[in-house]
Every structure is written in C-alpha cells, then in structure tokens.
C-alpha cells in the first residue's frame, strides 16, 4: 500500500477513536447533569411540599387562636358583675356561640396535626367552656368569685400551651445562630 493512504488510515483511525472518547466523555458529563437536575428538582418538589404543609398549618392554628381570641373576648364582656341578668344572659349565649364556633377550626388543626397542638387546642377549647360555667355558675352563687380568676388562670396557660405547641411545630422555635 501506499504510505500516503496508510498515513490517511492511522490519522481517520485517531480521529475516529477521539470522537468516540470523546462522545463517551460527553454523554457521561450530560448523564451526570441530567442526574444533579433530578436531584435537585426532587429536593425543591419537596421543599415545597413542607413549606405547603408549614403554610396550610400556620393558617390552621391562626385562625384556631384568632377564634380563641374573639371567644376569650366574649368572655371577658361577661364578668361584669354589674351587668343586667337580660344582659349577661345575651352576652353568655353570644360567647357560648363564639366558643361552639371553634368546633370546625380544632377539626382543621386535627387535620394537620401534630397530635400535640391538636391537644393543647383541645384544652383550650375546654379551658373556655370551663371558665364560662365558672361564670355562670359564680353569676348563680354556685362557685365563689375566685373561682373566675381561677378559671382565667387555666385559660391562659391553655392559650399559652397552644401557642407554644404551634409555634414548635412551625418550626418557630429553631435558634439562627
């Protein structure tokens, strides 16, 4: 053969066999980019799954303690000792109702958990029918006038307890430093 057609050979052969490499080198590099990209959309997917959740649970527990607040308000307008009997009963049956309002709101916060809020929320919630019998019961002669103060006290441990529990579960309490 001639050289020259040798020469020729040898050189396609190399140039052949750097292409392939170097094809081999690319898919490799693009297999791997392809593998971060997966990787990295599973990571945000998820990230935005938790920061749904953390949101959905953030409005649970919000409007769960804004109702508590208007209930704890409601309440307040009925110690008045010197309020009417007709006026502290319409005062009582609109707390009564403020606080029946909390059923669907503890539902939700049971909806999206932990177990630990929904049982602090469930205390609360009996902590306000607690004190309004404690109200009523004072209001009748039934129950002595510290027995309110008391009532109050374990009302506001019960929000306290809550606020605390909700605030742990969004993660409220992580130190930043």
């Known amino acids: 053969m001639n050289q020259t057609v040798v020469v020729a050979l040898i050189t396609a052969a190399a140039a052949l066999g750097g292409s392939a490499v170097a094809a081999l080198i690319s898919l490799r590099s693009i297999r791997l980019q392809n593998e971060h990209a997966i990787l990295l959309a ?4 998820a990230e935005n799954r938790v920061a749904g959740l953390r949101q959905a649970r953030r409005d649970a527990y ?35 109702r403020e606080a029946n309002n909390l059923l669907p709101l503890i539902n939700a916060v049971s909806i999206e958990g932990p ?27 039934e129950e002595p006038n510290d027995a309110i103060i008391d009532a109050a006290n374990r ?12 605030r742990e579960a969004l993660g409220g309490n992580i130190i930043t430093n």
């Open 115 to 141: 177990l630990e809020v929904l049982e602090c929320g469930r205390e609360l919630r009996k902590a306000l029918y607690g004190e309004l019998r404690t109200i009523q019961a004072a209001r009748q002669g």
């Open 62 to 96: 919000k409007a769960f303690l804004d109702k508590a607040s208007s209930v704890v308000d409601a309440i307040t307008k009925t110690h008045d000792a010197q309020l009417s009997d007709g006026d502290f009963q319409r005062l009582f049956d609109l707390a009564w």
């Open 155 to 166: 009302r506001r441990r019960a929000v306290s307890a809550t606020s605390s529990a909700a």
């Open 42 to 45: 599973r990571e945000e997917r």
